[in-house]
Each structure stands twice: as C-alpha cells, then as structure tokens.
C-alpha cells in the first residue's frame, strides 16, 4: 500500500533585477567576493518579500557611447517617444545623456537609477 499527497503546485514568479549600463569608467573588482554574495546590491538582488525591494542606481559618467550600437550587442539609444514598454536599457541610458551630459564637467558622476531589485515570490492558492 502506497499513500500519496496530491498538492496542486504552481510555479513561482521570478522576476530579475533591471538591466542597467555602465561606462567605461565605472570601477568594480569582478574578482571580489563581494559579488559572490547574493545580497550585495551592487547589481540589484532578488528578494523574497517585496518590501524589501530597493532601488538600484549606479553613480557613474554618461557619454555618448550610450547611444550608440557597438560591436558586443549592445543595442544603444533610440531616440523619440517609445512607449515605456518598448524602452530597453540602451533607451534609458541615451536619454541620461542627453538630459545630464554638460561639455564643461566631463568628469561629473551622476546617480543613474534602473529600476528596483528583482524578485522571486510564490502564488498563494
């Protein structure tokens, strides 16, 4: 005799953090264990409970290779009025240049927001 306990499952939602780019210039370690930890926000994390999503930002330059195609499938900026929907990375961060860059402080670093971590919850029945 064999007892069984039928559940009706459903698959969680996951749901990634923003994608986000950075130039050149922005500096971080990829050896560095910190980057090993799942809690280090330096890329956005996935949280389990919402409220503990938080906004990630980079402080980094603009420049005009935000807005440009290159050669590693970036896709680059394209200009004019899309529907949030349609924007990809490369939208928001062309529209950061254009809005934030300034020919006399080239050095200037601006706080770049993406959007908010990432989560992973599961549907309650």
Same mark, same amino acid.
């Given at each position: 005799m064999v007892e069984v306990d039928v559940q009706d499952k459903q698959f969680p939602t996951v749901v990634a953090p923003p994608d986000m780019v950075v130039s050149c210039w922005y500096w971080f370690d990829p050896s560095e264990a910190a980057l090993e930890d799942p809690n280090n926000s330096?890329?956005?994390?996935v949280v389990t409970d919402l409220t503990n999503r938080k906004k990630v930002a980079t402080l980094d330059l603009v420049c005009h290779?935000?807005?440009?195609?290159?050669?590693? &499938?970036?896709? +680059?900026?394209?200009? +004019?009025?899309?529907? @949030?929907?349609?924007?990809?990375? +490369? &939208?928001i961060a062309c529209d950061y240049y254009w809005s934030l860059f300034d020919?006399?402080? @080239? &050095?200037?670093?601006?706080? @770049?927001?993406?959007?908010? &971590? +990432?989560?992973?919850?599961?549907?309650?029945?």
């Open positions: 330096a890329f956005g994390r290779q935000y807005c440009e195609t290159n050669i590693h &499938d970036y896709p +680059g900026g394209r200009r +004019g009025r899309l529907p @949030l929907t349609e924007r990809n990375e +490369g &939208d020919t006399a402080h @080239l &050095d200037r670093k601006y706080e @770049l927001a993406w959007g908010f &971590d +990432g989560y992973a919850v599961e549907h309650v029945q």
